[in-house]
């Protein structure tokens, strides 16, 4: 497999060289950082998506990761409350089930292609990178042994519901605060506005998406961790 | 709805015309340039939804004043930053050069919300994938995928909701219940999908998917008058830039007030570049509107 051999070599390049010159040449060029944010974000995203194309995924995995994204995207109209946003843990439990490169993806594809039914914006990208970490973060932690992938007693599912909060508050929600304090700060003073950003970004959108996602993951994580076993164990998706 | 000249383009034409204005709004931060770009797109919005859009855009306007006027606010500095203060709040020194920045950061947001606005409504998720077939087709095929799969499974979870009516679960009850409801809905939708995957996915197989190199259905077809178009967008876009990298773009108000004058050829030539790169599409939409009233009125 010379093709995957050269991949794997490339992500190395990308990781240990071209994104450290680039924060170190845009930091102290002329302090762009937003535009060194967003090479950053895009060349992430090029490694997942394009070890995704050299892996010449199946038919299984194609449709499998197409319901997943659906499914987090309509998610959303099913539940009646519109502030309720339960997407974060499909794409959670989806890391957990399918593993992190997977979970990435599925976060990625996911605010893409919510943004096109709702409206895309320059918060696109920084959207599609912190989804896409938090199924990356959610499959590696399962794959760690700190999630359960079959919750059965009351303290495993506690750790799950935990751990979703946990990953809004502290990565997902300051990624996306991160766009606001940018673009805000592009032109007016220094990193102490940063303070009040965050604050507002914390109280008014992370913490009830956080609470969204605990009571997503508490009432449903259980039962479509489930189902994506049986439908494993059923048709054989998946199994490399 | 968005089938004039520009959007009938190319997708390459349309995504690199709005990337390139976007990322040239965002960083020009000066009041002539910004003040332009925000009536191109005003202009172009208003072509593309004629009077529809005129609520949005003078809702624009209250929107504009509340960031301008809080802006001052997040500007963590205690002393007062520039000469003539207009009142304290909070402790705060608000001067005119604080309002007139915020302005500036506000006039910057707008005119990326209603060029995001043209974008949505020109690019649409099939130009987005033919763009992108070429280059990562199993990503493209997952998101046509997606994009098929989200109005179905809302048909069907609206089929399920009534279902569950029928037999007297869910429509009564405190939010919790509701939010149990929900849960079981979103349950039931899940299992159905499942089920669905795996029967997409052995049609797919027995029609042959990753037995061969995988072509893409291309809708858009690269003409002659693309090119033209692609050509002469660069190279407004380049003028542009150029007279930006000369400094003709640039603008502060905190600590002193400096606004880069135009007056000089390569200014005004960027400048110039400028409009007429943000104008392109209204022309385009208006020269097509003319065009078609001049033919009619001849037959």
């Known amino acids: ?240 | 709805m968005g089938t004039d000249r520009f959007s009938s383009a190319h997708p390459a034409v349309s995504f690199g015309y709005f990337m390139a204005v976007i990322l040239l709004s965002v960083m020009l931060l000066h009041p002539v340039y910004l003040l332009l770009s925000l009536a191109g797109a005003a202009a172009y919005l208003l072509a593309l939804q004629g009077r529809r859009a005129v609520p949005l855009l003078l809702g624009m306007v209250p929107l504009f004043l509340v960031i301008t006027t809080l802006s001052p606010l997040l500007n963590p500095l205690k002393d007062p930053q520039g000469g003539h203060v207009v009142c304290t709040l909070f402790g705060r020194y608000i001067t005119w050069e604080l309002l007139c920045n915020g302005a500036m950061l506000s006039a910057m947001f707008l005119a990326m919300v209603l060029w995001f606005l043209c974008y949505s409504h020109v690019m649409t998720g099939d130009k987005f994938t033919t763009l992108f077939a070429p280059l990562l087709p199993s990503l493209s095929l997952l998101l046509v995928m997606v994009l098929r799969l989200v109005p179905a499974y809302g048909r069907k979870a609206k089929q399920i909701v009534t279902a569950r009516q029928c037999i007297g679960l869910g429509g009564s009850g405190g939010k919790g219940q509701a939010l149990r409801g929900a849960m079981a809905n979103l349950s039931a939708l899940t299992a159905w999908a499942l089920e669905g995957a795996i029967v997409t996915a052995d049609s797919m197989r027995s029609r042959g998917y990753g037995a061969a190199r995988r072509t893409s259905f291309r809708l858009y077809r690269f003409s002659l008058s693309d090119g033209l178009l692609l050509a002469l967008m660069a190279a407004l876009a380049a003028v542009t830039a150029a007279a930006a990298a000369a400094g003709y773009a640039r603008a502060e108000f905190v600590p002193a007030v400096y606004i880069a004058g135009s007056n000089t050829p390569l200014g005004a030539a960027g400048l110039i570049a400028w409009a007429i790169l943000l104008l392109l599409p209204t022309i385009l939409h208006l020269w097509e509107d003319m065009t078609w009233r001049i033919l009619r009125s001849k037959i």
């Open chain 1, 1 to 240: 497999m010379k093709k995957t051999a050269s991949l794997r070599w490339l992500r190395w390049v990308i990781v240990l060289v071209i994104l450290p010159a680039v924060v170190y040449l845009c930091s102290i060029s002329d302090r762009k950082y937003y535009l060194s944010a967003l090479l950053v974000i895009a060349m992430t995203m090029a490694v997942f998506f394009l070890s995704f194309e050299r892996r010449m995924p199946q038919a299984r995995e194609l449709a499998l990761l197409a319901v997943m994204c659906a499914l987090a995207v309509a998610a959303r109209v099913i539940v009646p409350f519109p502030s309720f946003k339960p997407t974060m843990a499909v794409i959670i439990l989806a890391g957990m089930a399918f593993g992190a490169e997977r979970g990435f993806l599925c976060g990625a594809v996911t605010a893409l292609v919510s943004n096109l039914f709702f409206s895309q914006g320059p918060w696109t990208p920084w959207q599609m990178m912190g989804y896409g970490m938090g199924g990356l973060l959610a499959g590696l932690a399962c794959h760690a042994g700190i999630l359960c992938r079959r919750p059965r007693t009351v303290g495993q599912l506690a750790t799950l519901v935990v751990f979703g909060f946990v990953l809004i508050v502290v990565v997902v929600g300051p990624i996306l605060d991160t766009s606001t304090y940018l673009t805000v700060s592009m032109k007016s003073a220094g990193t102490t506005a940063a303070g009040p950003i965050y604050l507002t970004g914390l109280l008014t959108a992370n913490l009830p998406h956080a609470a969204a996602t605990a009571v997503t993951l508490a009432l449903f994580g259980r039962s479509l961790l489930d189902m994506l076993d049986r439908i494993q164990t059923k048709s054989g998706l998946l199994q490399d």
